[in-house]
C-alpha cells in the first residue's frame, strides 16, 4: 500500500464487540493496545498490564474480526530483560491470542530483539517517538523530537526499526516535518498518532474515536461520535422508562401460553423466530 500510495487505518479493539463494529467499517489493522490498562481498566498508565491480560483481550478481538489484521501489544517488562524472554512472549500472542503480529516499544536499543522475533516467522511493528512505557523515563507524556538533536535520535530509532526487520512502524507524538521525514526516508509504513498527516497510516484509540473518553481530550484525537454522552442519556432515558413503568410493554414480554411451532409447507418444524435468553434474534 505504501509503494501505491494508499493510505491505511488501524485502530485499538480491546473485545469483540468493538472489533466486529470497526472490521465491518473497513478498518484495516486493529491495535490490541496496552492503552487498555487506561481506558478498560482505568489505570492511569500502561505500566501495570500484563502479557495475560493483553492475550485475552486478544482472543476477544480475534473472535469478532473476520478480515483486519491484529496487531498485539507487547506490555511493559515482557519484551526488555531479554531476546529470548521476549521471543517467548511474541509466540504467545500468535499462539493463544490469534494475533497476526506483535508490536513493541523501542528504538535502536530494541533492535536485536526485534530482529530475533521476526526471524522466528513472526512479524513485528515497531514504535517510536513518544513510548507510552516509558514514561518516567520522559517526565510525563511529551512530544519527543522538538530539539534537531533529538529528532535525528528519534529518526535513528525509526531506521534501527526497519533495518531489524519490522514490517510497520508506529510513530507516536512528534512533530509532523519530523513524520514527514521518517515516512520519507523509510520503505516501511508509519502508523501515526500525534504525528500529524504525513504518515503512511493513522492510528486512533477506539475510545477516544467514538467519543467515550469524557475527561481526556488530547490535541491529537477528532471525535467523529459521542458514544459517552448518547450512552448517558439513553441509559438515563431506560431509567426513566423503568421507574415510571413504561419499560418493559408487552411487546418485551413472554406470553403465558406458549406458541404452536411455525411449520414449513412440507411438514418440518421450524425453529421458534425468537430466541428467550441472550442470543440472535431472527
Ligand atoms: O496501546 C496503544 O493503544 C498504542 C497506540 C496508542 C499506538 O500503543
Do not use: W
Not at 478498560?40 to 478481538?61: K, N
Not at 517467548?88 to 491470542?97: T, W
Request: glycine letters at 12%; a neutral charge; one cysteine or more.
Amino acid at each position: 500500500m505504501k509503494e501505491r500510495g494508499e493510505r491505511f487505518t488501524m485502530v485499538t479493539a480491546y473485545d469483540a464487540t468493538f472489533a466486529q463494529l470497526l472490521d465491518e467499517a473497513g478498518v484495516d489493522m486493529l491495535l490490541v493496545g496496552d492503552s487498555l490498562g487506561m481506558v478498560v481498566q482505568g489505570r492511569d498508565s500502561t505500566l501495570p498490564v500484563t502479557v495475560d491480560e493483553v492475550i485475552y483481550h486478544c482472543r476477544a478481538v480475534a473472535r469478532g474480526t473476520r478480515c483486519a489484521h491484529i496487531v498485539g501489544d507487547m506490555p511493559f517488562m515482557s519484551y526488555q530483560v531479554s531476546p529470548v524472554d521476549a521471543l517467548r512472549n511474541a509466540g504467545r500472542f500468535l499462539a493463544e491470542g490469534a494475533a497476526h503480529s506483535v508490536k513493541l516499544e523501542g528504538g535502536a536499543d530494541m533492535a536485536p530483539t526485534i530482529r530475533r522475533i521476526v526471524a522466528a516467522g513472526i512479524p513485528v511493528v515497531g514504535h517510536v517517538g513518544l513510548t507510552p512505557q516509558s514514561v518516567h523515563a520522559m517526565g510525563g507524556f511529551r512530544v519527543q523530537g522538538r530539539t534537531a538533536a533529538d529528532a535525528e535520535r528519534v529518526l535513528a530509532d525509526a531506521r534501527a526499526v526497519e533495518d531489524a526487520g519490522a514490517f510497520a512502524i508506529v510513530l507516536e507524538g512528534i512533530p509532523l516535518d519530523l513524520a514527514q521525514r521518517i515516512t520519507e526516508s523509510l520503505s516501511i509504513p508509519t502508523i501515526g498518532i500525534g504525528a500529524g498527516p504525513h504518515c503512511d497510516a493513522q492510528v486512533l484509540v477506539c475510545y477516544d474515536l467514538l467519543g467515550l473518553t469524557p475527561n481526556l481530550r488530547p490535541k491529537f484525537v477528532k471525535r467523529y461520535a459521542e458514544f459517552y454522552r448518547d450512552g448517558v442519556d439513553a441509559v438515563r432515558r431506560y431509567c426513566d422508562e423503568v421507574r415510571g413503568g413504561e419499560f418493559p410493554t408487552k411487546e418485551y414480554s413472554f406470553g403465558g401460553a406458549r406458541k404452536r411451532r411455525r411449520k414449513s409447507p412440507d411438514g418440518e418444524q421450524k425453529p421458534p423466530l425468537k430466541v428467550a435468553g441472550y442470543g440472535p434474534v431472527g
